[in-house]
């Protein structure tokens, strides 16, 4: 088991019962999403990465958001790439529908009001842009 993060320290999210994994210094890259070339030294000779790192609040900064979710992001990927990873495994969460949650008629639908919702509405692709515009 090898693990990146940002910090040492378990997050506010991570529930006190729960003292995390004991990872070996050697094992343990701290390091930004955001720094592509931290991001490569880290997965050289790796089999397969997890990534699940990300800005998971709905209150983050612009900045905040754009390098821990964007850019580190596209960064793990391209970095696997390089390096020969055979897998990559990555989650997202609910948060990525944030924007779209205040509009109908995701609103609705995220409210349980289907009674609301027509048969025709438009659904969330990949290509749409990201809300709130």
Known sequence: VYALDRQRELSARVPVRNQGLEIPDDK???????????????????????HLGADPGDDGSWESLLNNNVVGTYNVFEACRDAGVARVVAASSIMVSQGHR?????KSIYDKQFSNVSENYPMITPVMPAEPR
């Open 102 to 106: 205040e509009q109908e008629p995701y």
């Open 28 to 50: 343990f890259y701290l390091c930004d999403l955001a720094d592509a070339g931290a991001i490569r030294q880290a997965v050289k000779g790796m089999d397969m990465v997890v």
